[in-house]
């Protein structure tokens, strides 16, 4: 078996359950008919609507439901590449469309933190940028140049 074939495959794989978690339809669609005649295609078509099923009620998080349907959408794929050659050039097509349409679906993350309580600090990264707040209020363990020179070192001290 060609290495070609191998990367082909397993990227297909990973593509495709990618399209599938995130609900792509569009090229996902036309994979069945790589598949040569009528009852292939209609057996690619349930088995690409099961692995959708699948994916749906396991969830995001659900990393070996993906990897499982992964594998096997992969051995789909390099026994259709070994059987017919010809479909390799329409499978890189789909790919490529299938990654261009995952590039442009924007996966959004929601964070919520709270701090309360005197001295209470909140911070996270968003888009790869460093928020960080706190209390304003210049409190035990402030710099001196917060608490004002009243409090400093030798206030009040005769000079």
Not at 80 to 100: I, K, M, T
Not at 131 to 152: C, M, N
């Amino acid at each position: 078996m060609s290495d070609v074939v191998e990367n082909l495959a397993n990227e297909g794989g990973r593509v495709l359950v990618t399209a599938l978690a995130t609900g792509l339809v569009g090229a996902v669609r036309r994979i069945p008919q790589l598949w040569r005649g009528v009852s292939a295609e209609e057996r690619m078509t349930a088995e690409l609507e099961r692995s959708a099923g699948e994916l749906a009620s396991a969830g995001p998080e659900d990393t070996i439901a993906r990897s499982r349907v992964a594998i096997a959408w992969e051995t789909r794929l390099r026994d259709l590449l070994l059987a017919v050659p010809e479909a390799r050039p329409e499978l890189e097509a789909l790919l490529a469309e299938l990654r261009q349409e995952h590039a442009l679906v924007r996966q959004t993350t929601t964070q919520h933190i709270t701090a309360s309580g005197s001295n209470s600090l909140a911070q996270g990264v968003i888009g790869g940028n460093i928020y960080h707040t706190g209390a304003s209020a210049a409190g035990p363990g402030a710099a001196p140049h917060d608490r004002g020179a009243q409090d400093g070192p030798g206030a009040g001290a005769a000079g």
